[in-house]
């Protein structure tokens, strides 16, 4: 038997078997999440194999490649297009499939049956976790990409092995032998027909060209219920190339190990920033620009490098400020927030009713420069706008703010979002519009917020069970009874969120530390 010399320090020298040499190494190097597209050159590089690169690179996600078609195009149109000869896909999905450890496939110009009945030979003799089908069959500047011949093997071969299916208007009005569809009405039954001609598990019908619609309006369908998926409209000729962008992100998302929902919701809410970032962009003299991915997503980018995602345990002792208090106690907002933060506050709220735009901006900036270091997510209570001013970590909103879907494509799809709840429409809401967590009450009585009917345990624990996202209870909580809220026990309850119980007592450190005490003590029992 062969051996290997490794130098594993200048002094030591070890001499090991080939095989185990290789299983040391695998064990050593980094699983990487991993997407192989399969799909069309697009040489104007705002779709195709190029934007699926490129959003699967702002998604932190390795993306393989194989090329089904070269074409030609710009942003005037597809001026040729080139079919790579089947069995050339084959050797490409052979050489990827069987050596690169892929997780996800999402295709996209699939331009004969042939290709496709070679993909899903390809998928049968090497499986992959999920299969994201975009499927592209005329391009926005109205040029065929895919032969009509292919929608029979589509529907019979492709879409039974899908995860995921992401029809446009025209694409969904085809896949259903042409039916019109206008009306969010109609997207809703084309996403009920489309899963019920047996295909894919969720279908995603994009309402991207959907005519006298303010808003971006998809619908998701899972199988068992449809959900209206809402984002602002970007206004803008850069939007070649989101479909595919949308369907790439969502397939990285899924390598990574995201649900599907949220990987749809993720994907909708980077494609808004990505527009927003390059709504302005000149390239090309035709009527539809390429967006960019990441050149000018320089927060998405660097927020991908340095901030982590909300994480839920965040929740557990929410302070949320009030200016009245720190006016009565004397204390400006800083020495509140930063009383709070040694007392062992987990998440900030700056919830400034009464002050000016300038102000609010400005303690908000300072706030941060004291919550950053310790790491305690600082979010803006309604205020969008002063959010967006001072870069703060997110925003919570209630039933009557801006509503959460606008909330989060104006934030993008890494600040945190809460929305207040008090029945399990509104939670379901939330989720459906992005938020990352909802926040229920009041769930005793309180002085602090007039007007307000209580919710009570009960109406806690009904919202709670109900809602896919982590759960803060508020209102009327003390160190007195914090620790029978904790005690209903449902798993998404993760922390009470307080005003007067903190801000208006004479030591907000003591206080808080005395409530951070009892939660955490209530958790380890
Ligand atoms: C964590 C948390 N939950 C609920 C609220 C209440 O928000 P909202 O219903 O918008 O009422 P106002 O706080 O704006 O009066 C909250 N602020 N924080
Ligand atoms: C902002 C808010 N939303 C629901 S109840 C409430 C006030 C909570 O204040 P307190 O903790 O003093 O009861
Ligand atoms: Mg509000």
């Given amino acids: 038997m062969a051996e290997v010399v490794l130098r594993g320090s200048p002094h030591v020298l070890y001499r090991r078997r080939p095989a185990l040499v290789r299983a040391m190494a695998a064990e050593a190097r980094r699983k990487v999440s991993h997407v192989l597209t399969v799909a069309g050159s697009d040489s104007g590089a705002g779709a195709g194999i190029q934007a699926d690169i490129k959003a699967c690179a702002a998604a932190g996600v390795y993306c393989s490649s194989v090329v089904t078609a070269v074409t030609a195009q710009n942003t005037v149109g597809v001026q040729g297009v080139h079919p790579v000869p089947e069995d050339f896909v084959a050797e490409q999905l052979r050489s990827v499939l069987s050596d690169m450890e892929v997780d996800v496939v999402k295709t996209g110009m699939l331009h004969s049956g042939s290709v496709i009945e070679v993909l899903c030979s390809s998928l049968k003799e090497f499986p992959v976790r999920a299969l994201v089908v975009d499927p592209v069959m005329v391009s926005t500047s109205g040029d065929m990409l895919s032969a009509p011949s292919t929608l029979a093997v589509y529907c019979n071969k492709l879409l039974p092995l899908a995860d995921i299916v992401t029809p446009n208007l025209k694409e969904a009005s085809a896949l259903l032998g042409g039916c019109s569809l206008k ?8 996403a009920k027909l489309i899963h019920s001609l047996g ?21 998701f369908y899972d199988g068992e219920k449809c959900h209206e998926l809402r ?22 998302e899924l390598a990574k190990g995201s649900p599907v ?4 919701q993720r994907a909708k809410s980077y494609v808004a920033s990505a527009l927003c970032y390059s709504k302005d962009l000149v390239i090309g003299n035709g009527p539809q620009g390429p967006f960019d991915h990441l050149m000018k997503l320089k927060n998405h980018v660097s927020g991908l490098a340095q901030k982590p995602l909300f994480n839920p345990d965040d929740l557990l002792l929410y302070a949320v400020t009030d200016s009245g208090m720190n006016k009565k106690w004397g204390r400006s907002i800083t020495d509140a927030v930063k009383a709070a933060i040694e007392g062992g506050a987990t998440i900030i709220q700056l919830r400034e009713k009464e002050a000016d735009t300038q102000d609010f901006v400005e303690a908000a900036r300072s706030c941060l420069a004291i919550c950053r270091p310790c790491n305690v997510p600082l979010l803006i209570n309604d205020r969008v706008d002063v959010a967006l001013a001072c870069d703060a970590d997110g925003v919570h909103v209630g039933q009557s703010d801006m509503p959460a879907h606008l909330v989060r494509s104006l934030l993008g799809p890494r ?25 229920c009450g009041g769930v005793f009585p309180t002085s602090t917020k007039a007007n307000n009917p209580t919710v009570g345990l009960d109406g806690l624990r009904t919202v709670c069970m109900a809602s896919k996202l982590p759960v803060v209870a508020i209102g009327g909580i003390s ?18 969120a307080v005003v007067s119980a903190l801000f208006d007592q004479e030591c907000i450190a003591t ?11 209530v958790l380890r029992t």
Avoid: F
């Fill in 479 to 496: 160190v007195g009874n914090a620790r029978s809220v904790l005690e209903i026990s449902v798993p998404n309850l993760k922390g009470v």
């Fill in 183 to 190: 009306s969010v009405a109609d997207m809703y039954s084309a």
């Fill in 231 to 252: 984002g602002s409209r970007v206004v803008t000729r850069n939007t070649h190339g989101t479909g595919c962008t949308l369907a790439s992100y969502i397939a990285a």
């Fill in 261 to 264: 929902m949220q990987a749809v």
């Fill in 199 to 219: 295909p894919s598990r969720n279908v995603l019908v994009k309402g991207g060209d959907l005519p006298d619609s303010s808003d971006a309006v998809d619908v």
């Fill in 511 to 521: 206080e808080t530390r005395r409530l951070r005490s009892i939660l955490s003590d």
């Fill in 415 to 439: 600040k945190i979002v809460g929305v207040s709840c008090k029945n399990p429409a509104q939670a379901e809401q939330a989720w459906a519009d992005g938020a990352n967590y909802i926040g």
